[in-house]
């Protein structure tokens, strides 16, 4: 095994070093970090920012009284729950950029539609800048951290150009497993992704508008329907998730308790583990990324990982990977760090 697939491969921390603190709270910002090398702040990458704009200024819409529905606040709060747990916490996180279970690749590909859906990029993109957060993760390579400041943590790090993000630099060093799948790879030609996106667009906004055509209304009630389903449903859900989503980036790397004392500073978050289903839980996932369970205490309820384990019962999964051994077993004593730099998720089976 080469050097580089061997530390991509080497998930688990030693069981020397896998030493917790049970409960210890570091302190809140423990330095300042600079910016990741080569980023320069009037270097905007418009290929992100143009869209997380455009669907920031559509979701305010949804304050026009013309466009409310109740069912389109309903069909929202649905569609984000499921989207974000699906598509991203369960698709792009827990399955592909960490390996934590196995599942049929028709399922595999089910989750990653709705991970689309949710317009965070394409699988390989997504996978490669995670793994790279964790090998790395509140040092200067690090994507997203937020020691450089929390809006560079939350939303900078998308909208500003970051030369070390580089496609074709990250994906042969963090995401040739997942460019082994042809979906994977059309995803990143041929303008899949958007067409899917747009797909999506019709599809909330047909349903709603063919419905109340289906009640006996009016051509301009179906379109004003339509139109509310379109935007609860699809903008207001998915600036709704990506906020989600950039805050366990952001405010569960400054705020909230450690159980393990790792070599970041990665949090549990009460609101964001509860809000995120599970994904605010992340010190436990620093110290144990494999583990397709985030929640380690009673209290951490991680919905993640109830559906994964509802998956494995109906039997569309299986090798699921519960926390390690060594870091449980760890819990019981203390001193040392758990060294999380360096492994970065897992690649292969
Ligand atoms: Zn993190
Ligand atoms: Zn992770």
Known sequence: MDPLTAEMTNNRPAAAKAVPLPGTAEPGLSGRLPLPAGVNLNRIEW?????ILFYHLVALLAFIPWYF?????????????LSGLLGINIGYHRLLTHRGFRCPKWFEHVLVVIAICCVEDTPARWVAVHRRHHQHADEQPDPHSPLVNFLWGHIGWLIIKNPELNRLGIYERYAKDILRDPFYVALERNWLQLK?????????????????LAMGGTAMQALQFGLSILI????????????????????????????????????????????????GWHNNHHADPR???HGHKWWEFDTTWLTIRLFEKLGLATDVVGPSPYVMKAAATAGQ???????DGTPTH
């Open 232 to 279: 609860w449903g699809v903008f207001v859900r998915t600036v709704f998730v990506w906020h989600q989503t950039w805050a366990v980036n952001s405010i569960t790397h400054l705020w909230g308790y450690r159980n393990y004392q790792t070599d970041e500073d990665s949090r549990n978050n009460m609101v964001i583990g509860l809000l995120a289903h599970g994904e």
């Open 196 to 212: 899917i996106i747009l797909i999506q667009w019709l599809v909330f906004f047909g349903l709603g508008f063919l419905a109340e």
């Open 47 to 51: 290929g992100a920012a143009l869209p």
């Open 69 to 81: 529905s109740w069912t389109g606040v309903i069909v929202a709060v649905i569609a984000a729950r």
């Open 337 to 343: 760090t758990i060294t999380t730099h360096g492994p």
């Open 291 to 293: 583990s397709a369970r």
